[in-house]
């Protein structure tokens, strides 16, 4: 049987677009910048993608202002950052849907990529790291996303590509859409979601 939800809640970064590269590569900029060693992508992806930067730099005993800094410098790599084929497709399939984008990613380079991309019309609410004063995996996203959709978060789907994608979605009740991550539902790319969905 296929969900109706009240609204659908997108992460940006690798469910709408593919920026590992661009993040990997400002990180190690920033950490040069501050003379620490730079990581290599397979460090990146396993300790660094989809998590909150500030929390992992406190974890690892590294200066937290490193976290301003690759914020700072992201956008010099957005020619780095592709748009899936399938993300404008599918959004448009799912136009009836309200929709929000909740990211970690700072408030002036979301916008700079929906901009880029010309998908921000699809996404009445963007909720990023500046609007929050915990970033995911706390919930606090999905929340202010569905406060400002006028939806409960019981009754939201919540796509996302991490761990901290899910635990926020679980942690404000949300049924949650994982991209080739364990969720209540499972796909393996965006163009799926159509098939779950009325």
């Known amino acids: 049987m296929k969900m109706k939800p009240d609204a ?64 700072k410098i992201y956008s010099r790599h957005i020619n780095e950052i592709k748009i899936y084929t399938d993300t404008k497709e599918t959004l448009v399939k799912l136009e009836k849907y309200r929709k929000a984008i909740i990211t970690n990613t700072p408030h002036d380079c979301t916008k700079q990529i929906l901009k880029r991309f010309d998908i921000k019309q699809f996404f009445p609410v963007v909720i990023t790291c500046n609007d929050v004063r915990k970033a995911k995996p706390d919930p606090e996203a999905v929340f202010k996303a569905c406060d ?5 978060s ?3 789907l ?27 539902f499972t796909i393996s790319k965006l163009s799926e979601l159509t098939e779950l969905v009325e």
Not at 12 to 36: E, F, H, P, R
Not at 40 to 57: A, C, M, N, Q, S
């Open 8 to 71: 659908i809640l997108f992460d940006m970064d690798g469910v709408l677009i593919d920026s590992l590269d661009a993040w990997w590569k400002s990180l190690n900029q920033a950490l040069t910048a501050y003379n620490y060693e730079e990581i290599t992508r397979e460090v990146f992806v396993k300790y660094y993608w989809g998590h909150d930067l500030y929390d992992i730099l406190e974890m690892k005993g590294l200066n937290p202002e490193i976290e301003k800094y690759c914020n």
């Open 158 to 184: 919540l796509v996302g590509d991490t761990k901290s994608d899910v635990r926020a979605g679980k942690a404000a009740g949300s049924t949650t859409i994982g991209i080739n991550i364990e969720a209540d």
């Open 154 to 156: 019981k009754s939201v």
């Open 148 to 152: 400002r959709l006028k939806v409960s």
